[in-house]
């Protein structure tokens, strides 16, 4: 007997019904209230110029109302698809790159080539999503579109093109000083030209998406079951994220950068009952519109009660899709990964090799860096060699910057390490949990009120943000036992709300948008003596219990019933790796910044090198951020001497090239 078709929530079309009236409620009656019913609709279709009411509406609401509608829809399909294709409920539409790649295209041409600006911005933002959606495509195309390496392509394209624009912003932020706000995603329109633009190529993409529907349907099954019913699996996933890519890349060259709108609609439309893809695609469409929709009213509203500064739709779409993430804590299971869908980086998991050739070679590689580092320089003479009798003298310039960067980096990669392994989940790292964007905003909250407590006070402020979200993650995920898929989930939805803060300090620009830059950038040249002695003692306490986690860390892959049986207690266990990854993670965030990056990058260095147990690939992916960082802290120093860049986007280029190179050189083989 065939099982019955899932039919639909009874919930569902009431409650997106309900989330439309409330988004047309709110930005519509405002202008009821000022304007004739029959007045207001006319504006439309055509502006009284003799009624300033009716050219306001005309000319920028009406257009900015339609704005948010299209693109919110269109992104809320991306998202489901994009997640569909990779079977993973944290990726969205912004993890290919395109938002940094249009970003990075958009600086370059405007510090450089200035003429491809006055003949289209939105080509050249197009052409900039479109090269590095093309680069992810190219380093996993041999991999056979694998949804991990996808993942893992994309979010370190991200990171890479994300670190040169920061790097262009702190150079030469004078002439960039538009892009803040385009980062952070604007709305506001002047007239219908861009919706007129705009709509035929939303339309004829989305289109195209629900076309491939009935074929996106077998992924369901697994790779292998969708291939053995004649699914052509790579080309499937080809299309779809080329599709995904196109309709980012048209919105992006409009708006800017909309966040999380192509993560919470797909995670709201299976909150309310989606069951089937069919239902996920329209609800993901529906709810997409209606959120931006909402979002871009309440950044409005925000925007009249703020003395003239610009709230951006970003932010508001921020604060709207975290409390969205927290409702799905309540009901999502721990499905990750797709049926039949090996939980580790298909084709990318090298062979193990011994753990002592990679450790010797860090090592050496470690002291050559020490010796460069306090050696080897520029000077107000050029280039010359400090005699070792003499590196006491340098070691107040160069010193404690190189320790904390080495301590930082053996932090973050033992932090990363421990998430990874805890979530299940190759995307994971430290800031996904908060804990860095806790202290990240409490460095935000100092800039809006105005404080200026100096250097301890930072570092307190920056203690006191860490610890408030990590007790407020411990809260969010108890009722699941401290899951792994629900620590991620709670940990994005906190990030949201951290980021929502950052993009509206940034959006408004000028020095406090430098300084909050700059610092989130990593910067090693404000550390002391005592501040780097002191994280490095911390990391050493902290690495040395993390080793004797091994053990636990290698039981609890096989599962809460396994390990139970073999005596171990899985809720405790999980606020132990838990507390140990965030004091791993606010150490190093305390005193140099959110350096993201190496907590991502660092572990799947040390899988490139064929470390796959526990305790060897803690060891060396702590050597490998301690290296990484080391070398991004000279670079920084003397790339471009006297002047300095943050040593966090340092090490995003240099680790990005790594492991690109890793990730292109294995597809080959």
């Given at each position: ?195 007129a633009e705009l709509w035929p190529r939303v339309v004829i993409l989305a289109l195209a998406m629900v076309a491939l529907m009935r074929p996106l349907q077998l992924l ?450």
């Amino acid at each position: 007997m065939l099982a019955a078709r899932p039919g639909v929530a009874p919930r569902l079309p009431l409650l997106v019904a309900l989330l439309w009236a409330l988004a047309l409620a709110t930005a519509i009656l405002p202008w009821l209230v000022k304007m004739d019913p029959a007045a207001f609709v006319q504006a439309f279709w055509q502006a009284d110029g003799d009624s300033y009411q009716q050219v306001l509406v005309h000319y920028s609401w009406a257009p900015r109302f339609a704005m948010a509608i299209l693109i919110g829809c269109g992104l809320g399909l991306a998202g489901a698809v994009l997640q569909q294709v990779l079977g993973n409920p944290l990726a969205s539409p912004t993890t290919l790159g395109v938002g940094a790649g249009a970003q990075l295209s958009l600086a370059v041409a405007t510090l450089y080539l200035p003429s491809a600006l006055a003949f289209s911005p939105d080509l050249v933002a197009v052409a900039g999503g479109l090269l590095a959606a093309g680069l992810v495509v190219a380093l996993t195309w041999r991999l056979g579109f694998s949804p991990v390496t996808v993942i893992l392509a994309g979010l370190v394209i991200s990171f890479f093109l994300g670190s040169l624009n920061a790097a262009f912003l702190l150079l030469h932020g004078e002439f960039l000083g538009n892009l803040f706000i385009w980062g952070a995603g604007s709305l506001v329109q002047n007239d219908w030209r861009v919706f007129a633009e705009l709509w035929p190529r939303v339309v004829i993409l989305a289109l195209a998406m629900v076309a491939l529907m009935r074929p996106l349907q077998l992924l369901q099954l697994g790779a292998q079951s969708a291939g053995s019913l004649g699914a052509k699996v790579g080309m499937l996933r080809l299309l779809a994220l080329l599709l995904v890519v196109l309709m980012t890349a048209s919105v992006v060259s409009r708006v800017g950068v909309i966040a999380f709108v192509g993560l919470a609609a797909p995670v709201l439309a299976r909150l309310l009952g989606a069951r089937t893809l069919a239902q996920k695609l329209l609800c993901s469409t529906l709810l997409g519109g209606g959120l931006l929709l909402l979002a871009d009213t309440f950044a409005q509203w925000a925007t009249s009660h703020t003395q003239g500064t610009l709230v951006p739709t970003g932010t508001a779409t921020a604060l709207i899709g975290g409390p969205i993430i927290l409702l799905a804590l309540r009901s999502l299971r721990n499905n990750r990964h797709m049926p039949n869908q090996d939980s580790g980086p298909a084709g990318f998991a090298p062979r193990r090799r011994a753990l002592t050739p990679p450790v010797v070679v860090i090592g050496l590689l470690l002291l050559l860096m020490i010796g460069l580092s306090m050696g080897w320089s520029p000077g107000l003479t050029g280039w010359g060699w400090t005699p070792v009798p003499d590196w006491d003298q340098a070691w107040d310039w160069r010193g404690p910057r190189l320790l904390a960067a080495m301590a930082a980096g053996v932090a973050l990669g033992l932090a990363g390490t421990i998430i990874q392994r805890l979530t299940g989940n190759v995307m994971a790292s430290p800031e996904i949990l908060g804990i860095s964007g806790g202290a990240a905003l409490a460095m935000v909250l100092l800039t809006l009120l105005g404080l200026s407590p100096g250097r301890p006070g930072q570092l307190l402020a920056g203690a006191a943000g860490g610890a408030a979200v990590l007790a407020l993650l411990l809260v969010l995920s108890r009722r699941h036992r401290f899951a792994g898929h629900q620590l991620l989930l709670g940990g994005v939805a906190l990030y949201v709300f951290v980021d929502a803060g950052l993009r509206l300090v940034l959006a408004g620009g000028g020095t406090d948008a430098v300084k909050l830059l700059t610092w989130m950038s990593g910067s090693t040249w404000l550390v002391t003596e005592t501040e780097a002695v002191s994280l490095a003692l911390l990391s050493l306490l902290l690495a040395a219990g993390t080793l004797l986690c091994s053990r636990v860390l290698t039981v609890m892959p096989l599962g809460e019933v396994p390990a139970t049986a073999l005596g171990l207690g899985i809720a405790r266990a999980r606020i132990l790796l838990l507390l140990l990854a965030a004091l791993l993670t606010a150490a190093a965030t305390m005193v140099i910044g959110p350096l993201s990056f190496v907590g991502l990058i660092a572990p799947h260095l040390a899988r490139v090198l064929g470390q796959q147990t526990v305790a060897r690939q803690l060891v060396v992916a702590a050597l490998a951020g301690a290296l990484l960082l080391a070398l991004a802290d000279y670079l920084a120093r003397v790339l471009m001497f006297p002047y300095q860049l943050p040593a966090g986007l340092l090490a995003a280029l240099v680790g990005g090239v790594y492991f690109l190179w890793g990730l292109s050189r294995h597809g080959r083989g």
